[in-house]
């Protein structure tokens, strides 16, 4: 398995904590494309959304994954709305093998509903809709794992089973 591994899912369902984890058993670096962007623009995500708007942010989204790809293969952690555009899910599928994280609605609200740093976590209807549209995308993911009621090891073991089938 040559390729990079992007991690995929809706906000909450635990992309940042399953890819370090997933990274260091595979030996792999492990970049999150959220923090990149923050880092490039030395911005919050939140303060990016406020002063521009979200299309600027994917503008900025699209062309991180794009410059940010490292030339060994990584585990990286995209943001919720990544995968959703055309161009970035035809970049992630040429690259690399793309590994949905699947919760369910209820779960991933529980999660981020006091969340501070997610614009789009504020309006719960925007929030159910955005879910519901989503996941007829994400299913596209060459990969998919149910989190809910797993630790990020057994989370792990199952993506690594899945990463040798495909092999
Ligand atoms: C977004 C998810 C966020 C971040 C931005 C937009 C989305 O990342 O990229 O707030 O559209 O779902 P997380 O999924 O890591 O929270």
């Not at 635990?14 to 959220?34: M, Q």
């Not at 503008?59 to 410059?67: F, K, M, T, W």
């Amino acid at each position: 398995m040559t390729k990079h591994i992007f991690i995929i899912g809706f906000m909450g369902s635990g992309k940042s904590t399953i890819g370090p984890v997933l990274a260091s058993k595979l030996d792999r670096p492990f970049y999150d494309l959220d923090d990149l962007i923050e880092e490039e623009q030395e911005r919050t995500i939140s303060e990016i959304f406020e002063s521009q708007g979200e299309k600027h942010f994917r503008s900025l989204e699209s062309d991180a994954l794009v410059r940010n790809q490292p030339s060994e293969p990584c585990v990286m952690a995209l943001g919720g709305g990544t995968f959703v555009s055309d161009v970035n899910r035809d970049y992630v599928s040429k690259h690399g093998t793309s590994v949905w994280l699947k919760i369910p609605l209820r779960l991933a609200r529980g999660r981020c509903k006091d969340s501070q740093h997610r614009p789009l976590a504020k309006d719960p209807e925007l929030w159910e809709s955005l879910f519901r549209r989503r996941e007829r995308i994400y299913q596209l993911a060459d990969i998919q794992v149910e989190v809910e009621g797993k630790s990020p090891q057994q989370i792990c073991s199952e993506i690594q089973s899945h990463l040798t089938e495909i092999a």
